[in-house]
């Protein structure tokens, strides 16, 4: 019997299930890119949606059952986490935190729940949690060898930086973030640090640098959650208190 006959022989036997498997793999395919599309899609909506109109934001995540199809249970419970805070809700914003504290989350879902996490707390004067959620951040990125590396090191500084604006108040650390705005090249993170620039410049109480640091973020924060705050504050200076 010749190799061709024999191969022959056994693809005439298992042909059916070659076939069955065939079709699996590429149906299969199908569905993980039809999947892999309508997650992008609703992502996108969704961030879109978060900054336009949040009350529409949050009532697509609790009452449109197909996002349970398209994002894991933990990813929605972030994504509501975000909806919250923009809202000012803190109460349901507690919630979120506290069963996002109980799942067990993917390493990058975990670090960016964490920076949320620190700023919640950190922006509402809530120094032992905010100082621990940094705690839990370094050791996390410390446990999977990740704090050396540029980009999770840039987000321990992130939380250092945090902590110093709205726990600490730290006025001292006013000529840092001037120059850390000066070098920033992206609009968003220049326009973020301008405004916490501006905070620190209330707590200093001084004025002239308060009103010429938010119309600075102003510019470069528009279109973003933040708008509305700079808004509030080129009104009324006092929000830099709180928020």
């Known amino acids: 019997m010749t190799l061709f006959a024999t191969f022959t022989d056994i693809l005439a036997v298992y042909w059916p299930f070659i076939a ?6 590429v149906l299969s395919g199908v569905t993980l890119g039809m999947l892999s599309k309508a997650r992008t899609d609703a992502a996108q909506t969704l ?6 109109n949040v009350d529409v934001y949050l009532e697509r995540l609790t009452s449109n059952k ?12 972030f994504m509501l986490l975000k909806g919250y805070i ?3 809700d803190d109460d349901k914003a507690l919630q979120c935190i506290r069963a996002l504290d109980s799942m067990r989350l993917e390493p990058q879902e975990k670090v960016e729940f964490l920076q949320t996490r620190i700023s919640f707390f950190a922006t509402r004067n809530n120094r032992e949690e905010a100082l621990a959620g940094r705690d839990s951040l370094v050791n996390f990125l410390k446990k999977v060898k990740a704090d050396k590396t540029d980009k999770y090191r840039e987000i321990l500084e992130e939380a250092d930086v945090i902590i110093k604006v709205y726990v600490e108040k730290d006025v001292n650390f006013i000529p840092s973030l001037i120059a850390k705005a000066a070098k920033t ?10 405004y916490r620039i501006a905070k620190l410049a209330y707590f200093k109480q001084d004025e002239q640098l308060v009103t010429r640091y938010l119309q600075r973020a102003a ?7 933040y708008q509305q705050i700079v808004e509030s504050a080129l ?6 208190a709180e928020q």
């Open 20 to 25: 069955v498997f065939v079709v699996v793999a």
């Open 47 to 52: 961030d879109r949606l978060l900054v336009t």
């Open 66 to 77: 197909r996002l349970k199809w398209v994002f894991r249970k933990s990813i929605i419970q």
């Open 86 to 88: 923009v809202k000012g």
């Open 185 to 194: 090249a992206h609009p968003v993170v220049r326009g973020i640090t301008q």
């Open 219 to 225: 510019k470069n924060l528009k279109g973003t959650s």
């Open 235 to 240: 009104k009324d200076s006092s929000v830099l």
